[in-house]
């Protein structure tokens, strides 16, 4: 299964400013691709720290998303850090030069010209109906994080990633987690799925929201039909239809 | 001024089956008590990927905050790794397995009292009107992932980290970016602030927020009166108010 991880890049996620929309999409999306995220990390606009946060991921997955730090302002740092993370210089491309030249037409400022600016050796991915390019330097793909334009431009290119989808059924139930601990780790344990236990205590209607994950369908549906087997009728609010292979993971939900 | 990291530890975040609301809900708290937040940092619920994150982030900053995992379930396993990463054991805390008992009485299994299994050399702070200590290893404080839960046992112990507060105001401009870049750069090089700059593209209003910070009040001002001066009238759509030392920074927004 191929790996992933992402880097948002920005002091704003930090400071509380602003919250986090890119990293938590992104992860429903390549969980529905197939891909397994492995880590997510949060950086300062600061070079070390990202340069850091390059080394120790780049190399541990197979696909390193980034966000934030491409615009044309005095914290957007990311492509010249990338190339400096590399040992190389950074060139202004002049296809995308002369894109964005043609954009702004008497309003372009030498800042604007940075967002042409790239590591030497990236590719430009152009994608379907995309005015603009992603950014690709190595295994790394390097996307804006205003959350439109993220969510735009991964779209634009999400189909490389493809590689099946995982399949998720979920129990709600009004149960003590500790009283169904030991079913849930004997399922996991025999029925190949991944198992989860996600209690709440607000006013949901349930006290212990219960998934059982796996790539093939029919492992969550014996698993799940077996978990119910264990579970006294009181015990169960309520359960997920069971799936079929045409009908993959559901989208994400607040916990 | 004191430093922070937050290690946000579970299968469901990167999944994108639950949305955090921890980190960010902890990033402005943090802010507000002067705490500068570092890095964020979600992992699997896997002791290599936990051991790496808290030997690369306890060292680096003053407080490192962990979120999930300390539950009676099979992947509640925050409390052994600690334990691991640390080359300590475990050991039941007397007083926690009583209460421990004590509330769960008949129904009390086994797994309820794997979360009263400490790391040895634990310190449990027990604040306020608090039910349950919150768990804490030498700078790792170690709080359960149910949001609600994570933020009364945080704002129990929150007094601890104060550290005097950021000031913060925010411009909103019918501004390209590019074109107030050199303005933004120069107050951040000039006013002892920080400067950061934030496009949106939807309905909003405005193009771009610019938020100015700093622990100083009168920076703040300073920087915000000079760059109104640098924009034409039409270009700034609203302005927050002059902020003092009796008003500290604002609750965050979504952006």
């Known amino acids: 299964m191929p790996t992933a ?16 929309e890119n990293a938590s999409w992104l992860a429903g999306r390549l969980r529905s691709l197939g891909v397994s995220l492995r880590h997510i990390c949060v950086v300062p606009d600061e ?3 990202i340069i850091e946060a390059l080394h120790r991921l780049h190399p541990a997955v197979d696909h390193l998303f980034t966000s934030g730090g491409v615009g044309p ?14 040992g190389v210089g950074v ?16 309003r372009l ?50 189909d490389r990633f493809a590689s099946g989808a995982f399949y998720l059924r979920s129990l709600y139930l009004d149960a003590d987690e500790g009283a169904i ?5 004997y399922a996991q344990a025999n029925f190949a799925v991944m198992v989860g236990s996600y209690p709440r205590i607000d006013d949901a209607g349930y006290r212990v929201r219960v998934t059982v994950e ?30 079929t292979a045409a009908a993959p993971d559901a989208e994400p939900t607040a916990p």
Request: with cysteine.
């Open 73 to 86: 302002t005095h914290d957007d740092i990311t492509l010249p850090t990338v190339a400096a993370a590399f």
């Open 47 to 49: 070079p070390p720290a």
């Open 214 to 243: 796996a790539k093939a369908s029919a492992a969550v549906n014996t698993a799940v039909t077996w978990l119910c087997q264990q579970l006294t009728p009181a015990q169960i609010v309520r359960v997920d239809d069971p799936v």
């Open 181 to 185: 601990a030991a079913h849930l780790a």
């Open 5 to 20: 991880a992402i880097l948002l890049i920005g002091n704003e996620l930090l400071s509380g400013k602003i919250r986090d």
């Open 109 to 158: 400022r030498p800042e604007h010209l940075r967002m042409a600016d790239v590591p030497e050796g990236s590719v430009l991915l152009w994608a379907g109906a995309m005015r603009w390019p992603v950014y690709t330097f190595r295994n790394i793909y390097i996307l804006p994080g205003v959350p439109q334009i993220f969510r735009a431009k991964f779209d634009g290119i999400a």
């Open 91 to 106: 060139q202004r491309d002049a296809e995308l030069a002369g894109i964005i030249a043609a954009h702004f037409g008497e």
